[in-house]
């Protein structure tokens, strides 16, 4: 009698802790959300006001999009794939490719990811609201691991503030912020 009563709590156990692993399974080897192209614009305009989510644009090469396993590496492929994965669920990302596509975003981006470096240095995320009228926060490229969890941070809380930067359908008409 003692082992029939043991068995459903062996169950039990092992069915709780196979959920738990599902569940931290799917989040970290569930893919990243898309990377849209600049040639998407109006798709991910579309898109970040249906899903009322901010846009980060990445200005960054197109060889930094690859995958890359070293989050907290100090290079612009590090910082490119931690701006990815730190943002994905609460934007709708997009990206510019600094090599060839420099000087061609919308008038809006391109001044943020030129100033305050002309020449910057990649990757520069720019949060905007889903019309591009307002800069909610800009994310300079921080070589150390350490600066770019703190900015990244700082940057999901002011993302995650709905309030301060939400988009009222007067605004939008008006073509304001």
């Not at 569930?30 to 970040?48: C, I």
């Not at 061609?104 to 240095?121: A, F, G, K, M, R």
């Not at 703190?150 to 809380?157: I, M, P, S």
Request: proline content about 8%.
């Amino acid at each position: 009698m003692m082992e029939f009563n043991r068995l459903p709590g062996n169950r039990f156990a092992c069915i709780v802790a196979a959920i738990m692993l599902g569940w931290g399974s799917n989040s970290t080897l569930a893919g990243p959300s898309p990377v849209y192209r600049m040639s998407q614009l109006e798709e991910v305009k579309k898109l970040a006001a249906a899903e009322g989510k901010p846009i980060a644009w990445i200005g960054t090469f197109a060889q930094h999009l690859a995958p890359y396993n070293n989050l907290l590496g100090n290079g612009s492929h590090a910082a490119t794939a931690y701006a990815i994965r730190a943002l994905q669920n609460d934007t709708i990302l997009i990206t510019s490719d600094s090599g060839t596509e420099n000087h061609q975003e919308p008038p809006i981006v391109d001044h943020e990811l030129h100033t305050p470096n002309p020449h910057y240095s990649a990757p520069v995320v720019v949060i905007l609201t889903p019309s591009l009228n307002k800069v909610i926060d800009k994310i300079l490229f921080a070589p150390d691991s350490q600066e770019r969890i703190r900015v990244y941070t700082a940057a999901l809380k002011k993302i995650r503030d709905k309030k301060s930067w939400e988009e009222k359908p007067a605004d939008k008409d008006k073509g304001k912020p």
